[in-house]
C-alpha cells in the first residue's frame, strides 16, 4: 500500500505570497492532520480534518487555512507568508474506527517551504 | 496547556548498549502513546505505540508506560550506529470528538561506533 504523500517536496516564496501545500493519505484513511516543524518549536498541530470538515485546529493564526476534498485528499493554504513561516510542513493520516490502533498517524515526507 | 517533556539530548550511547529515551506528559486524559524516529532531514516513522500500562516489546524495542506516573519510555536493546536520530514522543487524547496528537520536541539519540 502506498504511503502518504506529499507535492511539492520544496517550495521558494517571497515574504507577502501565498502558497497551497497538497497531501494525498493512504487508501482508506479518512483523517488528515496537518503539522508544523522548526528547530525551535518542535512539531506543532495546524489543523485535523475528516470527512471534509475540519475537526480540531491548532494555536495558528488565521492565514493558515486548510481543506479536505470527498477523495480525502487534503490542502493547507497559508497565506501573506512571513519569514517565519519557514518550515518543514508534514502531513498525516490516519484511518480513523474504534479501535485505539486505527487512530495511530503516519506522516508524508513533508514538504519544505522557505520564505525569502 | 497539554505538554509533552523530554530531554532534549544528545544522548550518547556506544554500539551494542541499552539506550533508555523517557517522556513525561501533563494531560491525564491521554490515551495513547506513541514513539517516532526522525532522521535528519526526514519525515517522523512511527515505530512504536502503547495504550494500556506495562511493557511492549517489538524487536529490539521496549516500550514502557505507566499512567499514574504519567510516564512513558523506549528501550533500544543493542543500539546500532542506525538508530542514532531523533526520537519524538506524541501523545493522543480525544478532543471535541477527535484525537489530537501532542508531541515533545525529541530526544536526539548518538550511537557511537
Known amino acids: 500500500k502506498a504511503g502518504v504523500t506529499q507535492t511539492p517536496r520544496y517550495l521558494i516564496k517571497t515574504r507577502g505570497q501565498q502558497v497551497t501545500l497538497s497531501c494525498s493519505p493512504i487508501s482508506g484513511h479518512r483523517s488528515v492532520s496537518w503539522y508544523q516543524q522548526t528547530p525551535g518549536q518542535g512539531l506543532q498541530f495546524l489543523f485535523e480534518y475528516f470527512s471534509e470538515t475540519q475537526r480540531n485546529k491548532g494555536n495558528f493564526p488565521g492565514r493558515f487555512s486548510g481543506r479536505q476534498f470527498s477523495n480525502s485528499r487534503s490542502e493547507m493554504n497559508v497565506s501573506t507568508l512571513e519569514l517565519g513561516d519557514s518550515a518543514l510542513y508534514l502531513c498525516?493520516?490516519?484511518?480513523?474506527?474504534?479501535?485505539?490502533?486505527?487512530?495511530?498517524?503516519?506522516f508524508g515526507p513533508g514538504t519544505r517551504l522557505t520564505v525569502l | 496547556q497539554k505538554e509533552v517533556e523530554q530531554n532534549s539530548g544528545p544522548l550518547s550511547v556506544p554500539e551494542g548498549a541499552i539506550a533508555s529515551l523517557n517522556c513525561t506528559y501533563s494531560?491525564?486524559?491521554?490515551?495513547?502513546f506513541f514513539w517516532y524516529r526522525q532522521y535528519s532531514g526526514k519525515s517522523p516513522e512511527l515505530i512504536m505505540s502503547?495504550?494500556?500500562?506495562g511493557d511492549k516489546e517489538d524487536g529490539r524495542f521496549t516500550a514502557q508506560l505507566n499512567k499514574a506516573s504519567q510516564y512513558v519510555s523506549l528501550l533500544i536493546r543493542d543500539s546500532q550506529p542506525s538508530d542514532s536520530a531523533t526520537y519524538l514522543c506524541?501523545?493522543?487524547?480525544?478532543?471535541?470528538?477527535?484525537?489530537?496528537?501532542?508531541f515533545g520536541k525529541g530526544t536526539k539519540l548518538s550511537v557511537i561506533p
Open positions: 494531560d491525564r486524559v491521554s490515551q495513547s
Open positions: 502503547i495504550y494500556s500500562n
Open positions: 506524541a501523545v493522543n487524547a480525544l478532543r471535541a470528538g477527535s484525537y489530537q496528537l501532542t
Open positions: 498525516a493520516s490516519s484511518l480513523v474506527g474504534v479501535y485505539a490502533k486505527d487512530n495511530e498517524q503516519f
